[in-house]
């Protein structure tokens, strides 16, 4: 199934320097949780901060059993400081 995998600031250095912007276009097996994808490109637990799928927050215990649907688009931001 193909879904698009989207990572923000800090981590695009996790991607492939072939991909196109902060997103990629995978082919991935039907069962594919979204920790499964995270963990994919060794994007570390604590960096995944806020984790959206289709714009929908999943929270941290639930990333291990959500699976990923064909046409999904996750998108991972780190944690956020300011000031």
């Known amino acids: 199934m193909r879904v698009v995998f989207k990572l923000f600031a800090t981590l695009t250095d996790y991607l492939p320097p072939?991909?196109?912007g902060n997103c990629l276009e995978l082919d991935v097996p039907d069962g594919?949780?979204?920790a499964g994808l995270i963990a994919r490109y060794r994007v570390p637990e604590k960096s995944a901060h806020l984790v959206l799928v289709n714009g929908v927050f999943v929270p941290p215990s639930d990333?291990?059993?959500?699976?990923?649907?064909?046409?999904d688009e996750l998108a991972?931001?780190?944690p956020v400081a300011g000031g």
């Open 76 to 78: 991972v931001w780190p």
């Open 18 to 20: 072939e991909r196109r």
């Open 63 to 71: 990333r291990a059993s959500r699976q990923l649907a064909e046409g």
């Open 32 to 34: 594919t949780t979204v």
